[in-house]
């Protein structure tokens, strides 16, 4: 069997490659060796004899294999991954749609929450292949095209689909999620289109372009450093949740002034960095990221003055809310 597809979500094929590339190859290693068999006795099945080969293959490399998680969700529910080895867990499944949605978006975002996977794989026949299986099983092309049809909310957590058939073809990947709302995953919890639906909140801000007054950014920048988590400043995104982008040639200003005025204004000095992503429609034009730290130290103040972020905007804090902020830490 050879890998002929992949559908990735929130950079879990970039994640294999980078940090996880032997156990790519064992996996590749392992599906080079299946072939299909024919049942050759009444209490077998093509689909348990795959299932039985490929975990031999993978438990000969050292992949546990058949672990249990506990879910623990009202009733005790167990989750079977059938391999396992250094976070990467990975699922045949040759059933039904429903079934493999529910790994999907049900059982491993819940191994990955409690942190007993850090990526999850699951195993699908390409449609050339369904053939040779049993009726209503459902095929890589068909559960990646329900899944790219899916509200990006619903898929928060590094995942692959893998397609896999007797052919050998160059692998064709596709990328579900932008690498805008990895970051904005990794940083406030939310992606962007959940975060337009939701509108401003303390730790994100939208900002259409950058102001005249550099000193407002910079009060932006002293609150979010003084809230648990720190927060993001995204420009080029309107406050009705527009994204418009911005020029590229006008970012670098944009990072100087913002940098500049945060050392002269800001006592402490919070720390931040700058992403630059561009729009899927529109490439030509960027969003910048200030991503500002949590400040170990608080409160960060302007002009003597410290700043929380009140809804969608900053605020002088009060004799009390700095007494919660000195004792809340990061």
């Given at each position: 069997m050879y890998i002929n597809a992949v559908t990735s979500s929130m950079g879990a094929w970039r994640t294999l490659n980078q940090h996880h590339?032997?156990?790519?190859?064992?996996?590749?290693?392992?599906?080079?060796?299946?072939?299909?068999?024919?049942?050759?006795?009444?209490?077998?099945?093509?689909?348990?004899?795959?299932h039985q080969d490929l975990n031999l293959q993978m438990e000969n490399q050292a992949w546990d294999i058949g672990k249990q998680i506990s879910l623990k969700t009202g009733r005790r529910t167990f989750f079977t991954i059938?391999?396992?080895?250094?976070?990467?867990?990975?699922?045949?499944?040759?059933?039904?749609?429903?079934?493999?949605?529910?790994?999907?978006?049900?059982?491993?975002?819940?191994?990955?929450?409690?942190?007993?996977?850090?990526?999850?794989?699951?195993?699908?026949?390409m449609h050339?292949?369904?053939?040779?299986?049993?009726?209503?099983?459902?095929?890589?092309?068909?559960?990646?095209?329900?899944?790219?049809?899916?509200?990006?909310?619903?898929?928060?957590?590094?995942?692959?689909?893998?397609?896999?058939?007797?052919?050998?073809?160059?692998?064709?990947?596709?990328?579900?999620?932008?690498?805008?709302?990895?970051?904005?995953?990794?940083?406030?919890?939310?992606?962007?289109?959940?975060?337009?639906l939701l509108g401003e909140k303390p730790n994100y801000d939208f900002k259409v372009a950058m102001p005249q007054?550099?000193?407002?950014?910079?009060?932006?920048?002293?609150?979010?450093?003084?809230?648990?988590?720190?927060?993001?400043?995204?420009?080029?995104?309107?406050?009705?949740?527009?994204?418009?982008?911005?020029?590229?040639?006008?970012?670098d200003l944009i990072k100087l002034r913002i940098t500049t005025s945060a050392r002269n204004l800001c006592d402490p000095i919070p720390s931040f960095d700058f992403f630059s992503v561009p729009i899927a429609e529109d490439p030509d034009r960027m969003i910048l990221v200030c991503q500002v730290d949590e400040l170990t130290r608080k409160p960060c103040?302007?002009?003597?003055?410290?700043?929380?972020?009140t809804g969608p905007s900053a605020q002088v804090a009060d004799s009390e809310e700095i007494r919660r902020m000195v004792l809340s830490g990061p």
């Open positions: 590339r032997r156990n790519y190859r064992e996996l590749e290693k392992a599906l080079g060796k299946l072939t299909y068999r024919k049942p050759e006795h009444d209490s077998e099945t093509s689909v348990g004899l795959l059938d391999f396992l080895k250094d976070g990467i867990a990975g699922k045949l499944i040759l059933g039904k749609q429903a079934f493999v949605l529910s790994s999907l978006l049900a059982h491993f975002p819940l191994c990955v929450q409690i942190h007993s996977v850090d990526l999850g794989i699951v195993l699908l026949p050339s292949f369904r053939e040779h299986l049993p009726k209503g099983i459902s095929d890589y092309e068909f559960v990646c095209k329900v899944v790219q049809e899916l509200p990006s909310a619903l898929i928060k957590y590094p995942f692959l689909i893998v397609g896999f058939s007797e052919h050998k073809t160059p692998v064709e990947v596709c990328e579900i999620t932008s690498e805008l709302d990895e970051l904005l995953m990794r940083r406030v919890g939310y992606t962007l289109s959940e975060m337009l007054h550099t000193e407002k950014i910079t009060k932006e920048v002293c609150a979010m450093a003084n809230i648990q988590g720190g927060g993001v400043l995204l420009f080029g995104v309107s406050d009705d949740g527009e994204v418009v982008g911005m020029d590229p040639d006008s970012l103040l302007v002009h003597g003055r410290a700043y929380l972020r």
